[in-house]
């Protein structure tokens, strides 16, 4: 019996530890486990009980509960702008998130674990996310940059001496890198993407019609009707319910694609301002890579209608969405845990 | 493997040539290193880091040993060594404190550029080198035998210089160097394109430009061809479209200096070996002699017969076989060894 139960034990150690890959980002999660493929993909929010402080709702759950909530519930979207702002919510996000499939029995503390990050964070930044690794118990943690796993993710041999650009258009940043021989030579990343988007689109609601909305509205809004084209000829539309700012009470109305597009617009105007500077800083070599191969977008971003067509016009190269632009940050990690971000090693599939 | 091995060396600025004793030309990659910054380790050489010129992030420092036909970077030029050499054919530090090492030079560089040649060799344990100029080398290689009473002249426009040369009786009578040579057409024609069109290219580019669109022909076909760079203004890529007649009007002046040379060599000579040189015509080597239309433009100035060697390329390295043989000696004619 005892010589039994060491069997298992044994088994399990060795069976335990796996290569995980998180792209922690602001608005979305997702978790690669090797062997299990990406077992969570949900907004980053987690609902805890104000007094017992237990975690009520994590994922989907508790992003329906933004807007919603009582007394009794704390809401709390634990990254903000790209980074950690509180710490301890987010350890219990990653470990809610871990078990969220049933039958993934996995040893934390005896994984390797990637986690994501946007271009250009203070050296706290990093080192938050470090900590977050050993606050986990995870002994073996590194840290990439989204724009080179999502380059990975989009279908890019990053590895080679053919230069390319990707633009990662998240939740909390925008980050913008052109990449050669396995690593990142020029990247930027500045803080307006979605959630900045759902501010703009609020506050238009707020100051244009005077009528308050919730994030969620603003962020329903935004991938329903949100759009870049410049010629829209059966402008679409939605409701948006919320509170009147004179009267207090609740009132609904029509916006229409246009409107929208025009509030979108001003963001991206910046996006496209910052691709120019990356250009600027590219060596000349690249350039010439880049004029052939276009530039990649990524990233919740890359779903609004007409953007690679907006950056078209003000840039000039050609831009291509990205297969799978949610998932490709993590799907870019699969690659990475392979060889531990290292350009020398250029990891086959 | 401890048998006596001879080893010749091309250390081109554009390109690395070995040769060794028995196993001919083991080696023909452009000189061009990549090291990561942090560790030192190498990370590429040869034709795999010349991919990487200008395209490198901040991790690798992509390194040219050479420069204008002279070592001047002694640490990455005896790294590119080692590594070939350990790579190739294995031979490590110890296999070669036995070795007999030629290496090739330009014709005119001073004493300390040669003894820094010298001092490479010792560096990587070989003792018994000597220096042998490129142009007897390359005549060798080529072919042609220097070891009778006949003038030869030479030129070898090469990646850094241009040396131009008398041989006679196996010995070089007289010969002068300019540093004006590819990579001097390459800078030319960057600027030229950065001049008239406000657009940055890369080395790789304007490398690219020159072999494809250099053409010395009086008549030349007309070839456009699109290239890529960066603009100045916007800072963004750009196509930028080049035919082959601006190509020449930019690379053209470095030709007629090179004429130049060649004539204030010519001036030089012996009546006697200008005679030879009048009825046997100029022997061309050197990878700039593969731009089309060279033969009829030279030709045409000079008014002697031009040859390009059937071997541009790699006839340093292979004339460095005969050089083994004989120590550069003139009295011993390799040929008939």
Redesign the interface.
Known sequence: MAIAIGKKGKEQTSSLGKNIGIDLGTANILVYVEGEGIITNEPSVIAFDYETNEVIATGQMAADMIGKGHHGIKIVSPLNQGVISDMEATKKLIEISLHKVENINIDISQSTLLLCCPSEVTQLERDSFMSLGSKLGVKDVFIEQEVKAGAIGSGLDIFSSNGSMIIDIGGGSTDIGVLSLGDIVVSESNRIAGNYLDNEIMNHMQYVHGLLVGKKTAERIKIEIGSLREQIDNPRETYANGRDVVTGLPRKIMVNELEIRDVLARPFETIATMVLKVLQNTPAELSADIIVNGIYISGGGAMIDGVDEFLHKRVGMDFHISRRPMTAVVDGTKLLLKNRGSYFVKPTD | MNEKLGLGIDLGTANLLVFLERKGIIFNEPSVIAF?RESGRI?AAGEDAH??????????AVVKPLRNGVISDMRAAKALLTYVLGKVENLTEKNLSKTTCVICCPSEVTKIERDVMIDLAAKMNIMDVFIEEEIKSGALGAGVDIFKSKGILVVDIGGGTTDVGVLSFGDIVLSRTIRKAGSFMDDEISKYVKKTQSV??????SERIKIELGDLHDHAKVVTNK????DMV??????VTLTTSEISSVITPVFDEIIKLISAVLKDTPPELSADIYQHGILLTGGCSLIRGIEQYIEKRIQVPVKVVHNPLTCVAEGTKYLLKNRGDYLVNPLQL
Do not use: C, F, N, Q
Not at chain 2, 200 to 205: D, K, Q, S, V, W
């Open positions: 990561d990370v991919k990487m010129l200008g395209k490198v992030h901040s991790k690798i940055e290219i890369g080395e790789l580019t290239y890529a760079g960066r916007k800072g963004i890529p750009k196509w």
